[in-house]
């Protein structure tokens, strides 16, 4: 009897391909899954990227239903300080004024005292350099200036340290030495304090008494004070063959400011005897203060010197590359590069106070003016003045 083969199937028809439309079926399940594909990402992935680039965290907390959502406040830009200050807008050709003394040639050594700018003036010697033989007080407010003869033996008065009772300057030959002298401006009269050998000290005013440093001895300095009322003279310091007997001392009215041998600087209040160090970190030369600010040289006048102001957080850096500098009540005044800047420690701003195509070289500020000569042309002195407010 023959039996008749049956064969099963291996299931490849089975399930969805024995009908015809099994391949139009497939095809809508995976457009159905490329559309969840899509949509996840629009409705998901794509916010949280675009969250992150703002720097919005996935994290935060959303806003309560119910409650009105807070806009994110626009930021502000940070105001510029320097706008609040009359330079910034200030037209140099009109605040800046030159100072004219026709009765003669070269003006120096400015000294602000009281609100009226001091200088020695002079005209050439007959050796061909200029003699200083009268001190000139010009007042800014009147455009009006008067002279003074002080007693002369040498060939110029230098260096006038002025208060509202004495005028105390170095009346000094033309290769360096003299002899100091104090001339009371309530008595009208004179007294030498002094004889310098050599160099040309400068001497500082601290209500009655005078300091000065002096080159003593072939490697010797001495800081002096002299009484002006006793003429009783003291050395406070000795300097033997020290680099920082270069450095001019300083005072604010109260207060001696200099370098000592060690190169410290140092505040000493002579009428209590009250000394100390001010710890720097850096070399330092030319103090000079106001009451308010004070401020040296890194480094002995040179395009590598930086300027530095000592706070009550230690000491910053003002600027660099300062040939030298001089304080007003709110401001320092500095030149780099035949240029003259004033900067205001109240807020750090900087100005230049050099008109352009000019040259500047500084020669002195204190209170509100700012004091230079113009040096663009080399024939001619001219000296300027300009109000800092």
């Known amino acids: 009897m023959k039996h008749e083969r049956r064969y099963r199937g291996t299931g490849s028809g089975g399930g ?66 320097a706008r609040d200050h009359p330079l910034y807008s200030a037209d140099l050709t009109a605040v800046q004024h030159e100072i004219v003394v026709p009765e003669f040639q070269y003006l120096s ?17 007959t050796d061909g350099m200029a003699s200083f033989t009268r001190l000139v007080a010009f007042d800014p407010a009147t455009d009006t200036r008067s002279f003074m003869a002080l007693p ?20 000094a030959t033309a290769s360096g030495g003299g002899r100091i002298v104090a001339y009371n401006r309530v008595t009208d009269q004179a007294a030498a304090i002094k004889t310098v050998h050599v160099g040309m000290p400068q001497p500082v ?69 009250e000394k100390r160090v001010i710890e720097t970190g850096t070399y330092v030369h030319d103090p000079k203060c106001n009451g308010t600010y004070l401020a040296y040289l890194s480094g002995n006048h040179g395009e590598d010197c930086d300027l530095m102001l000592v706070t009550d957080d230690g000491v910053t850096t003002v600027a660099t590359g300062v040939i ?52 663009t042309w080399r024939d001619k002195d001219i000296s300027e003045y300009m109000i800092i407010e």
């Open 109 to 125: 050594d400015p000294v602000v005292y009281d609100g009226t700018i001091w200088f020695v003036a002079g005209n050439y010697a």
């Open 16 to 81: 969805l391909n024995k009908f015809r439309i099994a391949p139009y079926l497939q095809i809508l399940v995976g457009l159905a899954i490329v559309a969840g594909v899509v949509w996840f990402l629009i409705r998901f992935v794509y916010p949280l990227s675009r969250n992150l680039a703002q720097g919005i965290s996935p994290f935060a907390t959303p806003t309560p239903i119910g409650a009105t959502p807070v806009p994110t406040p626009t930021p502000s830009p940070t105001p510029d300080p």
């Open 324 to 375: 030298d500098f001089w304080i007003g009540d709110t401001f320092l005044a500095f030149n780099r590069y035949e240029r003259n800047y004033v900067y205001f420690p109240a807020d750090g701003t900087t100005f230049c106070t050099t008109r352009r195509d000019e040259l500047a070289m500084l020669i002195g500020a204190g209170e509100r003016y700012l004091i230079w000569m113009d040096v």
């Open 152 to 171: 002369l033996r040498y060939k110029s008065i230098r260096f006038p340290a002025i208060n509202d009772r004495w005028i105390v300057y170095l009346d």
């Open 205 to 273: 005013l601290i209500g009655d008494v005078a300091v000065w440093l002096e080159r003593t001895g072939q490697s010797r300095d001495k800081l002096f004070a002299c009484d002006l009322n006793t003429l009783e003279s003291v050395a406070l310091e000795l300097y033997d063959n020290s680099e920082y007997a270069l450095s001019t001392p300083c005072t604010d009215g109260k207060t001696l400011y200099y370098v000592n041998p060690e190169g410290k600087l140092v505040a000493w209040t002579l009428e209590t005897n």
